[in-house]
């Protein structure tokens, strides 16, 4: 009989299952915490059926944030910190989910696998770097060995490197998910995730992939969470108390909007290494704002999230009642929420509850959804992006 690693012929059979129950990961720009969804999948592909079980945030602890803030989008971080975190933010990540699965009493030899996103520490599309020589790159740590080796489940990790091997940004992801889970014939439709950074997927109603698009937009909550922190001591605009205090001011509104990165090609990507209080600083030293006042200055940013998303998609998409469904925790936003309806008057903006998706387990569920692909899936052709399945295999034993 010839040798087989026990691994393979498990991944094998968890491939060959009728229906697979897995928990996906997301840890997100904003750093608010760990999203744990757990599911369930039938089938692959378009024909993919799914549930979610369950779900959970938990949020990180301050220590957490601060140990990951010295490294995250920094140009100039410690080598050390970066190589400690890694295994160290796998190990966490481990501990969280061995929490959650006690939580809802699911014993963890019952979970097929785990998809696992890791936490991005630095995003360089070729566009904002400019380094001669090399091409589009970004960085996840937290290794999937770790949470292989403490949970004792297969888990699936770092799915955005292959998206960069084969010519990607390395992200947006979403649309993999977006197409099997959210298309609809008849019904052009616009997933818009407002996370600290937003994005999103459009969907043609004649169910053509390759007209779906897929996109970074500009900063979703980042900025206003950063502003919050530096000046309200808060970590965020909890239902834009702040922002409805203030009032914009236009003249660093026009400057905010005027980077290069909203003229660019799409389907392009972003983050907090370019969209950061640094940023904010530069224009209002431009436009001699810098003595605004701190609440005028979170309704100014809140705008600039607001007319950037409406400004992308009223030049994009024109159909008549486009139906906008957003998620994130952007979404929960009161003060982006009613911008967008009145500079998008003809659109119905709701959220993808609608579509039986959680709008905060969201970009979890993708992440599990993109593992159950890498097991039993076929690439698809979507738009421009590669035709690709993604993530890293990593075994108990
Ligand atoms: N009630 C609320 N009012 C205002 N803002 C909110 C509310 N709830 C959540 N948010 C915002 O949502 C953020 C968290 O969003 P989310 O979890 O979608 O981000 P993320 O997954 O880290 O981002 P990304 O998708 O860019 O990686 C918070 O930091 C906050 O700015
Ligand atoms: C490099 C990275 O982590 N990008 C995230 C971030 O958060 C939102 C936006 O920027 C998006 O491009 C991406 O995440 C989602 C899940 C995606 O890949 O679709």
Redesign the pocket.
Known sequence: MPALNLNLSKLFNIAQKEERLCIGL?S??SLDGLDIALCRFKGHGIGTQFRLLNFMTIPYPDVFKDEVKQVFAKRNADLEKVCLLNDYIGGYHADLILQALKQWEIAPADVDFIAS?GQ?IY?APQHQHKQAGHGNA?L?IGDGDHIAVKTGIITISDF?QKHVAAGGE??????YGDVILGSKTGKDRVLL?I?????LTYLPGDGDLAKVM?T?IGP?NTLIDAACRAYFNKPFDEDAAIALSGEVNDVLLEALLQHPFFNEQLPK???PELFNLDYVADAQQATRTLNINKADLIATLSAFTGRSIAQFIGKNYHSNRLKIFAS?GGARNPYIRSYLKKALPAAIITDTDELGINPDAK?AI??ALLGNEALCGEPLNIGRNPAILMGKFSFPL
């Open positions: 997301m997100g720009t996103h991005t995003h970004t996840q955005r390395g992200a947006p992801l979403a649309l995730n996370g600290g950074i937003a994005n897929s970074d979703g990507t972003t983050g994130g970009e993708l992440f």
